[in-house]
């Protein structure tokens, strides 16, 4: 994983809008008196994006007769996907909700807008602290990270004036 952060300084509004999927994301800040956003932290997981034969994961091989089984293969699952792939990504989502925590703590920011596709949005809230719980100011399920940088401060605008 790779992350860069820039400095957060004066000129910026205090509520962090972060846009992600499952394997990357930007957070964004609103400039003040200008119009536009700076992206203050990104995160990137190739691992995450990978081809699961890339990172070493088989398909499972059957133990049964082809013709009329229900299952998928002879593994039992609890659930929860064990792939490298799924490991990636919950490590991403780990990784954001810790540095979110730290700019809260620190005050440069005093808010959070999750923009992300359902699942993402809901790990990251998860691996935020409790008491950190209540600065998140909205959610919007969506994956805007491949719209254009234009199109994406449309759509933070849109979110902040709340239509």
Request: charged share 30%.
């Amino acid at each position: 994983m790779n992350t860069t952060e820039a400095t957060i300084e004066g000129g910026h509004a205090h509520r962090l809008f972060v846009v992600a999927n499952g394997s990357h994301g930007k957070a964004y800040l609103k400039r003040l008196g200008e119009t536009g956003y700076d992206a203050v932290l990104v995160w990137v997981s190739p691992d995450a994006r990978a081809k699961d034969s890339t990172l070493g994961e088989d398909r499972p091989g059957r133990a049964f007769a082809s013709a009329g089984a229900t299952a998928r293969s002879a593994m039992e699952y609890d659930g929860k996907d064990d792939s490298p792939k799924e490991h990636a990504k919950r490590d991403l989502a780990r990784l954001m909700a810790e540095e979110i925590a730290s700019a809260l703590r620190a005050g440069t920011v005093q808010s959070v807008v999750l923009v992300a596709p359902a699942p993402v949005a809901t790990a990251i809230r998860e691996h935020l602290p409790n008491d950190l719980r209540k600065a998140l100011a909205g959610e919007e399920h969506r994956d805007l990270t491949a719209l254009p940088v234009a199109e994406v401060f449309e759509r933070l605008d849109a979110l902040r004036h709340g239509s």
